[in-house]
């Protein structure tokens, strides 16, 4: 299958990428290198070193005959977006290429409305891009479990039956985010199923959870083909943070109560739920949902995991939440689909967070300890022009 | 109260404006004339001649002696806004400054990036201005029922309690909106409830109707304070459009069989509900969703009642729906919360069509009959870079 990955030169982007290709698929990628930006502008960077792109591709063909076509561009550009997908004609687009930090879209007004213009404009590029030059292709579009929020109801996989005073209907689950990051993906999402709906596009919107890890299969094959890790306070997800802290002999920072349950998935099983995803497509006018996650944690219980099996001294700490959210709430959302396709998951407790450790030792030098405490607070506001530090 | 209307150059923030300083409140409004460029783009004009607003505003104090304090910029230039809400120091802000015209946003990929940059950008530059100037400045913010789609269970006004395997909660209620257009508007109210949310912000969102009519109390007052009457396929909605239709002894035009309800509004109407909505401002953290119609009819029934008003002779012709809808479906919306507070409604069988059948006798040589009929498409795409007639 021709498979044309959006992103694919980022944390996730790349490891499906050659995941796929591995599996057989004809895989060509895309970026725009702005995710290495953000590190610049930050002034962090990945705890694994990670090679260009070019050397990325050239050390996979070099290991396995297997050759990426790349695409260099941004996905706000139409006619970029236009000219790629009818050079490469896939047959499925998986979508990665979107700002997806949810504290970089709150760090002031300028953050905000880049992080929805870039994700809603590249989004409605790519669904113009497709309904003109073939309504046949495949959409894989990455979403997150942060769209849902917290509702005292259970969380369905995209659509809800709702009875209401003697009548029914099946409609999207209403959403209730927590950012205006997560509120860019909300959008993409009404904006995907009314492409499906008028159009007659095929599309699978996959309701990811917290990543965590570091290394698949295909990325351990090369230290030239690592992904990169991000711990620092902006990029870095909750686990791979945690991981870091107790490395360091810091304590493990939970905001607030740390009762807040997040829906988790290890990086293994996010190529995997792709490469299932494409392999069966949605139908033709159909915009099919998937939450993918393996299992769901409080952060409080994350640090817990954490600290049982650091083999050294390990303490958990909490500071003031810098995130306007429920701490204690009703959680129980449904994962079923992808497993009902073939997914294996891979849980946090069959999971060898040692491994993760050693990787953690060995580059800790690389680590920028004033990076890791959250500095973005939702409740506060900035429309300066000028930032310092 | 001082109150700042945006897009207080258009069809609806014009007679709002005057409408708002008639009552007593301090008016001031803001435009960056851009509908008047759609008009130039489109090759079409306001059935009704319209002043600049230099000359409205000057009419409206020689008329009254009250002044309107008027600001041009664009909503998309944080900068613009932030000032501006700095320099009026507003109460209520009344949001009418979007891309209205769901066909101009499905024209194609540049118009339906257009229109969903435009709008959610100048709504997230308005949030950061109030939550960065003034907490507990109210919002008034225009959407519309249009949001909702047609779901096969009654639609609320805007939140609702679902029961869901033996748990509940109050949601957002799910949309499924019908055009780009539509879905900027989606985006725009999670925004606005997640800045409530968050910033203790207080929101009114009014999902209004279909709104038909030309003139208002104030606006009769003078030539010069005339708003605009759009009858174009782009811009004009249904109602007006027929009006002219009839009078120019053309065949009212139904898209498909004319099944589709629609809320309709008087533009009379539309004027006291911001006003209402104003006086009796949302709570601090509050979104409230008020659906803004007075009744509810088939585009059928608005031809079938244009037909038997209308003195001369006047037949119905269905066309070939350009849009992607239900052309049969259940409709029952509430829309009492606007009554509750003291809305008086004007319904159409109580209105003098006649009136609006003289004024378009006064201008119909103004009428580009070739711009009357549908020309936007909505299962067509097109990237093409260069449009031409």
Chains 1, 2 share one sequence.
Not at 94 to 110: E, K, L, T
Not at 156 to 166: A, D, S, T, Y
Not at 203 to 220: F, H, S
Not at 316 to 333: F, L, M, S
Request: glycine share 8%.
């Amino acid at each position: 299958m021709r498979i044309l990955v959006l992103g694919g030169d980022g944390y996730l982007g790349w490891p499906t990428a050659i995941h796929l290709s591995a599996a057989g698929h004809d895989v060509a990628v895309s970026d725009n290198f702005v995710r290495r930006r953000y590190d610049e502008e930050l002034g962090v960077e990945s705890l694994t070193p990670i090679a260009t792109l070019d050397e990325r591709v050239s050390t996979w063909a070099e290991l396995t005959g297997k050759t990426l076509k790349s695409y260099v561009g941004d996905l706000c550009d139409a006619r970029f977006v236009h000219a790629m997908v009818a050079d490469f004609r896939p047959e499925t687009i998986v979508h990665f290429g979107q700002q997806r930090s949810a504290p970089y879209s709150m760090i002031d007004q300028a953050h905000a409305v880049y992080t929805q213009t870039n994700n809603v404009v590249g989004n409605l590029n790519l669904l113009y891009a497709i309904a003109d030059i073939d309504r046949d292709i495949h959409l894989v579009k990455l979403g997150t479990m942060g769209e849902y929020g917290t509702p005292n109801i259970d969380i369905e996989e995209g659509w809800i039956e709702i009875n209401h005073k003697g009548r029914s209907d099946r409609v999207m689950y209403p959403k209730r985010p927590g950012s205006f990051y997560h509120l860019s993906k909300v959008h993409d999402s009404h904006n995907i199923e009314f492409a499906c709906r008028i159009w007659g596009l095929r599309a699978t919107d996959l309701n990811q959870g917290v990543v965590y890890g570091v290394d698949t299969e295909t990325t351990k094959l090369d230290p030239r083909l690592a992904t990169r890790f991000d711990y620092d306070g902006v990029f870095g997800t909750v686990l791979n943070r945690m991981v870091i802290q107790a490395v360091l002999g810091y304590p493990l920072t939970v905001y607030g109560t740390g009762g807040q349950t997040r829906g988790l998935i290890n990086l293994v099983d996010t190529v995997e739920c792709i490469r299932i995803s494409a392999e069966s497509p949605a139908d033709p006018g159909e915009f099919r949902v998937f939450n993918q996650f393996t299992e769901h944690m409080s952060v409080r219980q994350i640090a817990d995991t954490i600290a049982a099996d650091y083999p050294g001294p390990c303490t958990i700490e909490e500071i003031e939440n810098p995130r306007v959210e429920a701490e204690q709430h009703y959680y129980k959302a449904a994962h079923t689909a992808l497993v009902d396709l073939g997914l294996v998951p891979t849980l946090l407790s069959d999971t060898l967070i040692d491994h993760l450790f050693a990787v953690v030792e060995q580059h800790q030098d690389r680590v920028d300890q004033a990076a890791i405490m959250p500095t973005v607070r939702w409740r506060e506001t900035s429309s300066e022009l000028v930032r310092s530090k």
